[in-house]
C-alpha cells in the first residue's frame, strides 16, 4: 500500500518501475522511495544534477544511493537517470511552490513561490499539515500541531522521532482516537488502528521568518525562489512498513522456535 495525497480530490503520487522495483516520486518531500519500503528513499539534494536537466541517483542491488557511491558497491549497480521534476510531476511542484501548472518553468532551479505565500510565511500566519482526515494548526514556536476542530490531542515536536534517513519526523497513530501513541519495543502484535504518521522535517521551522524579522528592510521578493509551503500533507504508512512493525515481526519469528522448545521439552521430558 503506498500513500496518497489528498488536496481536495485524491492525487496519486508518480510512479516509476526499475527491474522488479517500484520507486515513488515525491515532491512535497523532495525524495524518491521505493513503494511499500519508505526506509528506502534518497533525497533530491543527494542527486546529482544533470548538465542537460534531470537528476542521478544509483541502484545498488535494491538500495537507492548518491552517484557518489556509483562504483564502491556491489557489482550490481546501476545508474538511474530521472527528468527535472516540473516534467516527471508538474502537478506535485505546482502544489509546492504555490503556482498554475501552467506557470511553472522548464527547469526545477527557475521554480518561484506565489508572492503570497512568502508574505504568508515571514508573517508566521496559515501554516497547517493533513494527518490523514485531519487538518493541524503548525506552532512553529512552541513547536507542536493544535487540530483545527478541536477533536484529538496536540502533537509536540519532541514527541516525534527521527526517521532512519535522519531527515524527517515519524510517529505511530491511533486512527480512531485521533491520539499519538507509543508502541512497546517488546510487542508481539500489532495495537489496532494504528499508522505510520511521517512529518516533514522542516515542518516546524520558520528560519526565513525569523530571519525576516531581524531583517525587516531585506526585499521579500528574494525569498520567492525557495520553496514555500503553507499546506503540508503528511505521509501514512501501514504498520507493516514501519520500524516498530519490523520488530514484531522479528520477535514473532523468534518467539516460534522458543515454543516449538517449549512443547518438545513438556512432551519428553528434559535430559541432561
Not at 542527486?47 to 556491489?74: E, H, I, Q, T
Not at 545508474?79 to 527535472?84: D, I, K, L, R, S
Not at 521579500?220 to 520553496?227: G, T
Amino acid at each position: 500500500m503506498e500513500e496518497i495525497i489528498r488536496e481536495g480530490s485524491s492525487r496519486e503520487l508518480p510512479a516509476f518501475r526499475i527491474g522488479r522495483m517500484d520507486l515513488v516520486v515525491d515532491v512535497l518531500f523532495s525524495e524518491i522511495r521505493e513503494k511499500g519500503h519508505p526506509e528506502n528513499c534518497i533525497s533530491l539534494e543527494d542527486m546529482d544534477k544533470r548538465p542537460n536537466g534531470g537528476y542521478s541517483f544509483v541502484l545498488d542491488g535494491d538500495c537507492l544511493l548518491p552517484s557518489y557511491a556509483m562504483g564502491s558497491g556491489s557489482l550490481h549497480q546501476v545508474e538511474v537517470n530521472v527528468p527535472e521534476m516540473v516534467k516527471f510531476d508538474p502537478e506535485g511542484m505546482a502544489l509546492k511552490y504555490g503556482v498554475k501548472v501552467t506557470d511553472l518553468p522548464a527547469r526545477d532551479m527557475d521554480c518561484k513561490c506565489d508572492r503570497v505565500l512568502v508574505d504568508q510565511l515571514l508573517d508566521g500566519t496559515g501554516i497547517a499539515i493533513k494527518i490523514i482526515d485531519q487538518i493541524y494548526q503548525v506552532d512553529t514556536v512552541v513547536e507542536n500541531l493544535r487540530p483545527i476542530d478541536g477533536h484529538g490531542g496536540m502533537i509536540a515536536k519532541h514527541d516525534l522521532d527521527w526517521s532512519p534517513d535522519m531527515e524527517k519526523f515519524f510517529f505511530y497513530f491511533d486512527t480512531e482516537n485521533k491520539q499519538t501513541i507509543k508502541i512497546p519495543e517488546n510487542s508481539l502484535e500489532p495495537p489496532k488502528n494504528a499508522v505510520m504518521v511521517v512529518l516533514p522535517y522542516d515542518l516546524f521551522s520558520n528560519s526565513i521568518g525569523s530571519f525576516v524579522s531581524r531583517n525587516p528592510g531585506i526585499n521579500r521578493d528574494f525569498f520567492s525562489r525557495f520553496p514555500v509551503q503553507l499546506n503540508f500533507e503528511s505521509r501514512i504508512y501501514p504498520l507493516s512498513q514501519s520500524p516498530i512493525g519490523q520488530l514484531i515481526r522479528e520477535q514473532q519469528q523468534q518467539k516460534i522456535p522458543a515454543e516449538e522448545d517449549h512443547n518438545r521439552i513438556n512432551k519428553r521430558g528434559l535430559h541432561i
